[in-house]
């Protein structure tokens, strides 16, 4: 079969690229939705002056390629495009029942889950009952007679119970302990608290400061991406496209060895759809040989 070199070739792509661990038989997997794969090339040029004549000039010229980069832009921030642009690890998290996430409510705050979306939500005070002759700590509290006590002067409990008072803000000494009445213990979704996809919001309603909560909820599964916990990994990519403006002929470019560097954008909020922007290094592929063969990168177009 014969084969034509077009000199008319006017470019435009648009295509897939795909990774995979360099060196491995596992498969070229989509990245996404990408609007822009550049190569940059750096070169160093060695000059030698004419010196045999006043007008100078070069005597003799020598360039070289220095390095390749491959910058990216991403559009799908899903959980393996994120930790390869923060050297991070992934982690797939199974819906579950949380039973008893021990939490203080302070009105106003933000109680963060230790995972998200929750449902189901319900909160329970977990102030211990009244025990005496034991050291409380400021802060503390105790539940009895239907009601919420905080001890607002640390000290030691007395040896026998004391006397409850029944009106909110009312105070009764026990021991070397003074306990503040904080009113009966309430959770209302709504009224005392408000549940968000990030965790608990704790409202101005019968939930006192510092008072300790047990919270049970449910969630979904999803993936958890921890930063910074590796470096940066080298992959095999493959861009496979069509030259929209020659015809959508085919045009393929294998990088055989890239090292992905960390993202110098990570747009998490914004009036725009978000990207992620990284820059690789194009490395030398030593298992590449062969006379006029690449061992960096190949283009084919047809």
Same mark, same amino acid.
């Given at each position: 079969?014969?084969?034509?070199?077009?000199?008319?070739?006017?470019?435009?792509?648009?295509?897939?690229?795909?990774?995979?661990?360099?060196?491995?038989?596992?498969?070229?997997?989509?990245?996404?939705?990408?609007?822009?794969?550049?190569?940059?090339?750096? %070169?160093? %040029?060695?000059?030698?002056?004419?010196?045999?004549?006043?007008?100078?000039?070069?005597?003799?010229?020598?360039?070289?390629?220095? #390095?390749?980069?491959?910058?990216?832009?991403?559009?799908?921030?899903?959980?393996?495009?994120?930790?390869?642009?923060?050297?991070?690890?992934? @982690?797939?998290?199974?819906?579950?029942?949380?039973?008893?996430?021990?939490?203080? #409510?302070?009105?106003?705050?933000?109680?963060?889950?230790?995972?998200?979306?929750?449902?189901? $939500? +319900?909160?329970?005070? /977990?102030? /211990?009952?009244?025990?005496?002759?034991?050291? +409380?700590?400021?802060?503390? =509290?105790?539940?009895?007679?239907?009601?919420?006590?905080?001890?607002?002067?640390?000290?030691?409990?007395?040896?026998?119970?004391?006397?409850?008072?029944?009106? /909110?803000? *009312?105070?009764?000494?026990?021991?070397?302990?003074?306990?503040?009445?904080?009113?009966?213990?309430?959770?209302?979704?709504?009224?005392?608290?408000?549940?968000?996809?990030?965790?608990?919001?704790?409202?101005?309603?019968?939930?006192?400061?510092?008072?300790?909560?047990?919270?049970?909820?449910?969630?979904?599964? =999803?993936?958890?991406? %921890?930063?910074?916990?590796?470096?940066?990994?080298?992959? *095999?990519?493959?861009?496979?496209?069509? @030259? *929209? /403006?020659?015809?959508?002929?085919?045009? $393929?470019?294998?990088?055989?060895?890239?090292?992905?560097?960390?993202?110098?954008?990570?747009?998490?909020?914004?009036?725009?759809? #978000?990207?992620? %922007?990284?820059?690789?290094?194009?490395?030398?592929?030593?298992?590449?040989?062969?006379?006029?063969?690449?061992?960096?990168?190949?283009?084919?177009? +047809?």
């Amino acid at each position: 079969m014969s084969t034509t070199t077009q000199s008319y070739r006017p470019t435009l792509n648009a295509g897939q690229v795909y990774l995979r661990p360099a060196g491995s038989d596992a498969p070229l997997k989509a990245i996404g939705n990408v609007s822009a794969l550049d190569l940059e090339i750096s %070169e160093e %040029e060695k000059t030698l002056t004419d010196y045999t004549q006043p007008g100078g000039g070069q005597w003799a010229s020598v360039s070289r390629i220095t #390095a390749v980069s491959a910058k990216m832009t991403l559009h799908d921030l899903d959980p393996d495009n994120l930790a390869r642009a923060v050297y991070g690890t992934t @982690n797939a998290v199974t819906g579950a029942s949380v039973s008893g996430e021990a939490h203080r #409510a302070h009105p106003g705050g933000l109680i963060r889950l230790a995972h998200p979306g929750p449902s189901a $939500v +319900v909160l329970r005070s /977990a102030a /211990a009952p009244w025990s005496g002759e034991s050291a +409380v700590a400021l802060g503390a =509290y105790v539940e009895a007679g239907g009601a919420l006590f905080a001890a607002t002067t640390a000290g030691t409990t007395g040896v026998g119970e004391p006397s409850w008072p029944g009106g /909110a803000g *009312e105070t009764v000494s026990d021991g070397s302990v003074t306990w503040t009445h904080r009113g009966a213990f309430a959770a209302v979704a709504g009224t005392d608290y408000e549940v968000r996809p990030e965790g608990v919001l704790i409202l101005d309603g019968a939930i006192p400061a510092g008072c300790p909560l047990l919270i049970d909820y449910s969630h979904d599964g =999803y993936d958890a991406v %921890e930063a910074l916990t590796g470096g940066g990994a080298v992959y *095999e990519l493959s861009f496979g496209g069509l @030259n *929209e /403006a020659n015809s959508n002929s085919p045009v $393929v470019l294998d990088i055989f060895r890239l090292k992905i560097g960390a993202a110098t954008n990570l747009s998490m909020l914004g009036a725009e759809f #978000a990207a992620l %922007e990284v820059i690789g290094k194009v490395l030398l592929d030593p298992t590449k040989t062969g006379a006029g063969r690449s061992r960096y990168f190949r283009v084919q177009m +047809v």
